[in-house]
């Protein structure tokens, strides 16, 4: 299952962080095992953010990527299932059934 993965980490922490080089030890270590397919980065209210869309395999691992960030960064995160255009036709391709069973 694609998922999209939203972080947000305390400046204060992620300074010290920069300062002892973990910040780009951890991106280094999440990139090499999740190995996303797109990772975008960026300023969202005040804090250092990003956002990540990787496969995920099993349910359980909810638990071993989240960990990556609280314990790696600090950081708060958000988890959501997510599509791609293709996975979006194939699954409208079964929305007349349901429409006109719900409808």
Same mark, same amino acid.
């Given at each position: 299952?694609r998922v999209?993965?939203?972080? !947000? %980490?305390?400046?204060?922490?992620? @300074? *010290?962080? =920069?300062?002892?080089? &973990? ?5 280094? &270590? =999440?990139? #090499?095992?999740?190995k996303?397919? +797109? +990772?975008? %980065?960026?300023?969202? $209210?005040g804090? !250092?953010? $990003?956002? =990540?869309?990787f ?8 638990? #071993?990527?989240? #960990? !990556? %960030? %609280?314990? $790696?960064? @600090?950081?708060? =995160? ?8 293709? *996975?979006? !036709?194939?699954?409208?391709? $079964?929305? #007349?059934?349901?429409v &006109? @069973?719900y409808?």
């Open positions: 299952m999209m993965l939203k972080f !947000r %980490f305390p400046v204060e922490t992620g @300074n *010290d962080a =920069i300062r002892s080089g &973990k910040v780009a030890q951890v991106f280094e &270590k =999440i990139m #090499e095992e999740l996303p397919e +797109a +990772a975008y %980065f960026f300023p969202e $209210g804090e !250092r953010a $990003g956002l =990540i869309v496969d995920m395999q099993e349910s359980s691992q909810v638990a #071993e990527t989240a #960990e !990556r %960030f %609280f314990f $790696g960064l @600090n950081a708060s =995160i958000e988890m959501t299932p997510v599509m791609s255009v293709e *996975d979006l !036709r194939k699954g409208l391709s $079964g929305v #007349e059934a349901i &006109k @069973n409808a």
